[in-house]
Structures are given as structure tokens and as C-alpha cells.
């Protein structure tokens, strides 16, 4: 039971920044690894980052797809029960629902959030 909240998404130029936010409600994310998922229309979804149980970024503990090394950072704040991808120098090829996920035992997914990058 409960549910991820996902927002930050919009229209960006190429270049800019965004940051996705997933709050969980109703469970806390301690016990879940999470990941980011994407899928632009008439492609097939792609996973783009994910991060471990109980780490941050800088534990050796995440993965991200080649295409977005370098740009993206996932982390998350468990005390705001909350996941972030930190999104730097967006591409045109960056455009697509971003998804969000956590799982353990279970697997929630979040509705999705549309990230635009044009000019």
C-alpha cells in the first residue's frame, strides 16, 4: 500500500538543468532500492539510473545508462522519504516520461513526470 508522487519535470532548453523529485506516501523507501526509468513516445522504456538501499552516491552503490553518465545524479533523502535525479546539461534525446521506482519484496511505481528539452 501507498504510492510515489513524482514532480519537477517541464520544458527546459538544451543545456539546462532539472530536478526529479518521488516522495513516497503511505511507506517509507528505507528498504527499497530505486530507480529512474524513461520512455519517449514509440520507444521502448529505458532504465536510467538507480540507486541501492540505504546509500547515497557516493558509496559506489548507483548505475546509470551511458547516455547520462556525467549529466545525472541520483540520491535520495531518507528523512524526507524522498528520490531525486538531478538532471545537468539536457539533450534534446533526454526528452520522455521519466518514471520512477522503488522496489524490494514489492515494486511501486510513480505516474511519471514529462521532461521537454527544446529550443
Known amino acids: 500500500q501507498g504510492q510515489l508522487v513524482e514532480s519537477g519535470g517541464g520544458l527546459v532548453q538544451p543545456g539546462g538543468s532539472l530536478r526529479l523529485s518521488c516522495a513516497a506516501s503511505?511507506?517509507?523507501?528505507?528498504?527499497?532500492?530505486i530507480g529512474w526509468f524513461r520512455q519517449a513516445p514509440g520507444k521502448e522504456r529505458e532504465g536510467v539510473s538507480c540507486?541501492?538501499?540505504?546509500?547515497?552516491?557516493?558509496?559506489?552503490?548507483?548505475y546509470y545508462v551511458d547516455s547520462v553518465k556525467g549529466r545525472f545524479t541520483i540520491s535520495r533523502d531518507n528523512a524526507k522519504n524522498t528520490v531525486y535525479l538531478q538532471m545537468n546539461s539536457l539533450k534534446p534525446d533526454d526528452t520522455a516520461v521519466y518514471y520512477c521506482?522503488?522496489?524490494?519484496?514489492?515494486?511501486?511505481w510513480g505516474q511519471g513526470t514529462q521532461v521537454t528539452v527544446s529550443s
Open positions: 503511505g511507506f517509507t523507501l528505507d528498504y527499497y532500492a
Open positions: 540507486i541501492a538501499t540505504n546509500s547515497s552516491s557516493s558509496e559506489g552503490s548507483t
Open positions: 521506482q522503488a522496489k524490494s519484496w514489492r515494486e511501486v
